[in-house]
């Protein structure tokens, strides 16, 4: 079936350093893309997007890059904070279509 | 901000029983989801909806009946609890299919 999936599992930054995490996708029809950061005991939180006609977005230390030849997009955190360290999922849905799949996530600790 | 809101905040069930999840939204939102989440595993659709009375399989349904009353009210329905469903269940709701999510605070259940 349709899959998403996600590298790295776990990913151990020093603090103000980059941290990037990449994810592949199978169906070409997958237009919207979004990030989700799951800090412990708490719900997955929305914090970048990107849609199929952009390249690259931009906010608040935080940038998305999409090649949608290569069916591949990824997240890079700039100078990365202790607050940083969550849990990350990546997904891909179509739009109009009710499937979001998600990867399996990529936890992130930012050593002080 | 969009709220969802679950109940209860967890749960300890016996094997066999019967156990049922609620979620209400405010955001006016057509589409409701039920997730599971697993180490390992990130999140996996159990039952959609995209009106009321009406709900959907998702990817992994088996063992799950789901009903949405209302459009603000989705509910998860174990009739036979089971070992294997001892897991974190997120609520989600999004205005379309396949746009930004909005999970609620989710349910840690315990079936023992």
Redesign the interface.
Same mark, same amino acid.
């Given at each position: 079936g349709e899959q998403v999936e996600q590298l790295p599992s776990i990913l151990r930054v020093q603090e103000g350093s980059s941290a990037s995490i990449n994810c592949t996708y199978e169906n070409s029809a997958s237009n919207y893309f979004p990030w989700y950061k799951q800090e412990p005991g708490e719900n997955p939180k929305l914090i970048i997007d990107i849609r199929s006609n952009m390249e690259r977005k931009q906010t608040q230390g935080l940038i998305v890059l999409l090649d949608k030849k290569a069916k591949r997009f990824s997240l890079h955190i700039t100078d990365t904070q202790p607050g940083d360290s969550a849990m990350y999922f990546c997904a891909a849905s179509e739009t109009g279509n009710y499937k979001y799949v998600f990867g399996a996530g990529t936890r992130l600790k930012v050593i002080a | 901000e969009a709220a969802v809101t679950q109940s209860p905040r967890s749960k300890v069930a016996v094997t066999g029983g019967k156990v049922t999840l609620s979620c209400h939204q405010t955001n006016n939102h057509d589409?409701m989801?039920w997730y599971r989440q697993d180490t +390992?595993? #990130?999140?996996?659709?159990i039952h959609?909806s995209?009106v009321a009375d009406s709900t959907?399989k998702g990817?992994i349904p088996d063992g799950y009946k789901a009903s949405r009353p209302s459009q603000e009210n989705f509910s998860l329905i174990l009739e036979l609890a089971s070992l294997s469903q001892t897991a974190v269940y997120?609520c989600a709701s999004s205005d379309? #299919? +396949?746009?930004?999510?909005?999970? #609620?605070? #989710?349910t840690r259940l315990s079936v023992l």
């Open positions: - | 589409y989801y +390992g595993h #990130g999140l996996r659709l959609y995209y959907e990817d997120f379309w #299919g +396949g746009n930004t999510l909005y999970f #609620g605070a #989710g």
